[in-house]
Structure formats: C-alpha cells, structure tokens
C-alpha cells in the first residue's frame, strides 16, 4: 500500500495520467498473484498456491488450472 501512494503521488507531481493510488495498489497486487501463480505452476504445487492466496476466493481462485482475480481486483 505504501509503495502505490508513492507511486500515485510521483505520477501526480509528475503529472502522469495514473494517479489513484487504488488502480496502482490492485495492479500491483495482481501482478504479485501472477508471478507467484507462475511460480508455482512451475514447482508443480498450485495447491500451495492456492492455500496462500485463495483464502475464500477474496483476491482470486484457480479454476481449471487457469487464475482469476476477484471481482475487488478488476
């Protein structure tokens, strides 16, 4: 969170067009889900996965090996 208001306020002095800390919180959240999905898509161990982050399907869930974000991320 600290890193996506630092972010939205440097764009907003640097006059960015992306400057709602929120967008930048949710984008950098499903980046992390992504490359820790891939991660462990890779190790063979999605289940892990899903026992970190898909804790009652808040951020998101894998459904047919595939991922997808919560609706709170979209």
């Known amino acids: 969170a600290k890193m996506a208001i630092y972010l939205s306020r440097r764009n ?3 006059e ?7 967008s930048i919180f949710k984008r950098m959240v499903k980046a992390r889900l992504k490359a820790d999905y891939g991660y462990f898509c890779l190790t063979k161990n999605v289940g ?3 026992a970190m982050w898909c804790f009652k399907n808040a951020l ?10 919560s609706r709170c991320l979209n």
Not at 16 to 22: G, Q, R
């Open 60 to 69: 998101c869930s894998v459904e047919n090996e595939d991922l997808i974000f």
């Open 48 to 50: 892990e996965f899903e």
């Open 16 to 22: 960015s067009l992306d400057t709602d800390a929120v």
């Open 12 to 14: 907003k002095v640097a």
